[in-house]
Each structure stands twice: as C-alpha cells, then as structure tokens.
C-alpha cells in the first residue's frame, strides 16, 4: 500500500468540510456479501435451480410478475444479509459522518450495513432489501416477512403481493434517492468513490456533477473517470485497509 497516498488522503479529509462517500458492491464484498459480476460473484454462481435463467433476468420487474414464484426463491437464498456486519469501511465511514466531516454516503448496495455501522444520512439509489411493501396497497412489512414466509409468493393481509423494496432492471430509481444523491455530490468539496466499477448506470453517472476540491477513488481495479479542477486521488486496493491504514494516523 503506498503510504504517501494514504497521507495525502489523510490531508484531503482533514482540509474537507463537506465529504459525500459514494459506493458500491466492493464496499459491502469484505463483509462476504457477494458482488454481482466477478468470478465469484452472483451472476457466475451456476444453481443447477436457476441455471436455464440469465442472471439480470431473476432480478428484473419481468421475472418478479411474471415468474414470481422464482424470483422470490432466488431472492431469499441471495439476497438474505440480516446475519452480515459492517466491516472497518463501513464503520470508518459512520465515524467521519460523526465528527460533522462526511455529509452522505450514496450507495448502490441494498444491504443496509451503512446503516447497520451507525451512518444516518445514507441515500440508497437501488432501495433495500431490508424493507417491504404491498404492490396493491401500500402497507409497508418488517425485513423477516418476506425471508421468512411460508407462502412461496408472500401476500398482504389485503391480498395483494408483497415485495422488498428494490430496483429491479426495468424499474426507475426512487426519485427522492436519486434527488439527495445528486445534489449532495454538486454540493459536496470532497468526493470519495469507493468500491465500484462505475458500470452501472444511470447511477454510475451522478459523479458527474461533482464540481468540489477534492477527488479520490479507491478500489481493487483502475477506473477512469471524469475530471475538471479536481485534484484527483486513486487507490488500488481495498478500501477497508485503506481506512484502517488512514485511522492510524490519527
């Protein structure tokens, strides 16, 4: 790990007022929370249960109407985070929103272990899957109800179905999500990207409206991105050391 980097991070954040983390699966991966597209993760993870189906496909609007028995199969074997925890990142960062330094965290990860580590302005673009709602009326259900269901297709006490409150491919971003994300990013002085590809859009292209100081990118693999004014920080490597490094020098 290059030391002078870690430093110079450490200046950045110290010089910054308001930071907005922004993250994505790689951020939640070293609480073994699997990913989506790396050899490990759920997209080449071969179920002989679920082998005949692309994998966007199980998690897509189309699978949830018109396979529903299937998509809800597959989202309690895949999506049943309630016994992960937050890892150093997660908590690192819940401690710098604390000290009035980090303004908000976006994340692509519908796990809630930003929230599950103490942060409290967290906006998640891709919802939760630790929340539930009727798709007829409304009525909002507790994280157990649709993991721990014996209905194969869980129902309201209206008879309408119930269903965790993610995007799914073919559905649009929570507008209210997508608003705060958008204008913490314009308003933020310091922008840290942490943990993602940057492939996924449309979220992948809210850093575009980062207009501040300060720019830092940490993960696994080289990204480009877009940059005007910014002094522009990258970290290949994981950001959970990273932040551990970065705690030590405090």
Do not use: W
């Given at each position: 790990?290059?030391?002078?980097?870690?430093?110079?991070l450490?200046?950045?954040?110290?010089?910054?007022?308001?930071?907005?983390?922004?993250?994505?699966?790689?951020?939640?991966?070293?609480?073994?929370?699997?990913?989506?597209?790396?050899?490990?993760?759920?997209?080449?993870?071969?179920?002989?249960?679920?082998?005949k189906?692309?994998?966007?496909?199980?998690?897509?609007?189309?699978?949830?109407?018109?396979?529903?028995?299937?998509?809800?199969?597959?989202?309690?074997?895949?999506?049943?985070?309630?016994?992960?925890?937050?890892?150093?990142?997660?908590k690192?960062?819940?401690?710098?929103?604390?000290?009035?330094?980090?303004?908000?965290?976006?994340?692509?990860?519908?796990?809630?272990?930003?929230?599950?580590?103490?942060?409290?302005?967290?906006?998640?673009?891709?919802?939760?899957?630790?929340?539930?709602?009727?798709?007829?009326?409304?009525?909002?259900?507790?994280?157990?109800?649709?993991?721990?269901?014996?209905?194969?297709?869980?129902?309201?006490?209206?008879?309408?179905?119930?269903?965790?409150?993610?995007?799914?491919y073919?559905?649009?971003?929570?507008?209210?999500?997508?608003?705060?994300?958008?204008?913490?990013?314009?308003?933020?002085?310091?922008?840290?990207?942490?943990g993602?590809?940057?492939?996924?859009?449309?979220?992948?292209?809210?850093?575009?409206?980062?207009?501040?100081?300060?720019?830092?990118?940490?993960?696994?693999?080289?990204?480009?991105?877009?940059?005007?004014?910014?002094?522009?920080?990258?970290?290949?490597?994981?950001?959970?050391?990273?932040?551990k490094?970065?705690?030590?020098?405090?």
């Amino acid at each position: 790990m290059d030391e002078q980097k870690i430093k110079r991070l450490k200046e950045m954040i110290d010089d910054s007022k308001n930071i907005v983390f922004f993250g994505g699966a790689g951020v939640s991966t070293e609480s073994g929370v699997p990913d989506f597209r790396s050899k490990d993760g759920l997209y080449n993870q071969h179920d002989v249960q679920f082998e005949k189906y692309h994998p966007e496909y199980l998690l897509s609007h189309s699978c949830l109407v018109n396979e529903p028995k299937v998509y809800y199969e597959f989202h309690r074997q895949k999506m049943d985070t309630r016994k992960i925890e937050p890892n150093f990142a997660h908590k690192y960062l819940a401690e710098l929103e604390k000290k009035g330094k980090l303004k908000a965290v976006v994340t692509q990860n519908i796990d809630g272990l930003h929230q599950k580590a103490g942060s409290k302005e967290v906006y998640e673009i891709h919802g939760s899957a630790l929340r539930n709602y009727c798709m007829h009326c409304g009525k909002a259900y507790p994280v157990d109800y649709v993991f721990d269901s014996t209905e194969p297709i869980p129902h309201c006490e209206c008879g309408g179905v119930i269903r965790p409150d993610i995007t799914l491919y073919e559905e649009s971003l929570p507008e209210t999500a997508v608003r705060k994300s958008v204008n913490a990013i314009a308003e933020a002085d310091m922008l840290i990207i942490g943990g993602t590809s940057l492939t996924v859009y449309p979220a992948a292209s809210y850093i575009n409206y980062f207009e501040g100081k300060y720019l830092v990118i940490i993960n696994r693999d080289a990204l480009k991105v877009r940059s005007g004014n910014q002094e522009v920080l990258m970290i290949n490597d994981s950001i959970g050391e990273v932040f551990k490094k970065l705690s030590e020098l405090e």
